[in-house]
């Protein structure tokens, strides 16, 4: 399948600070991203749909002014977690997808805000 | 977008083959059923999808019900490496939205 990169697989920032997790699709051109959350022993949840040279499109209940979405280049998708906090602590997944929608999956970031 | 049905969890002995269920009757024509399965602290791993014919390929199969309402992934030959939580979605646009899943133990 098609790779998808992110980086970077784990991050600590203190609280306050703003962090930028990328999401790379290697081997293919993606037009559309996707970002995801994950809590301890829960399931994803979407955030934000990310298309390029477009602004994104954010999930009910997700704050826009806390991620923010670059979706810069067919390749390449940023999210940046502004201002963050301890709650903001969590695992951060991007995917791209291709052809018939094959969404392929990042590795995920690890975002711990101390 | 149509949701899931998946059991909570499944065991397997290894070697056998590992039958997960979903329903997803409220699909609509243009979706397509995916399977993907997530490793503990790992990005999901695509499996397969199909929209009306039965699929397969180098790691699984996955039968739809001629009326679309339910699905199964079958993998022929599970290995304790198969060990993950299997996700069934529903979708047409690539916005994976994940349920509960269902956990796979597979055992010696």
Not at chain 1, 83 to 99: K, L, N, V
Not at chain 2, 94 to 105: I, P, S, V
Request: net charge positive.
């Amino acid at each position: 399948g098609a790779v998808v990169s992110q980086h970077p697989s784990r991050v600590i920032c203190k609280s306050g600070t703003s962090v930028k997790i990328e999401c790379r699709s290697l081997d293919f051109q993606a037009t559309t991203m996707f970002w995801y959350r994950q809590f301890p022993k829960k399931s994803l949840m979407l955030m934000a749909t990310s298309n390029e040279g477009s602004k994104a499109t954010y999930e009910q209940g997700v704050e826009k002014d806390k991620f923010l979405i670059n979706h810069a280049s067919l390749t390449l998708s940023t999210l940046t977690v502004t201002s963050a906090h301890p709650e903001d602590s969590s695992f951060y997944i991007c995917s791209a997808g291709q052809g018939t929608f094959e969404a392929f999956f990042g590795q995920g970031t690890r975002l711990t805000v101390v | 977008d149509a949701k899931t049905t998946q059991p909570t969890s499944m065991d397997c002995a290894e070697g056998r083959a590992a039958n997960l269920p979903c329903n997803h009757s409220t699909i609509s024509g243009n979706e397509y059923v995916y399977w993907y399965r997530q490793i503990h602290s790992q990005g999901p791993q695509y499996i397969i999808h199909g929209l009306k014919n039965n699929e397969t390929n180098e790691m699984a199969s996955l039968i739809i019900t001629e009326d679309r309402k339910s699905s199964t992934l079958i993998l022929p030959h599970a290995t304790l490496r198969d060990t993950a939580v299997y996700y069934c979605i529903v979708s047409m646009r690539g916005d994976m939205r994940f349920g509960a899943g269902t956990r796979l133990t597979v055992k010696p």
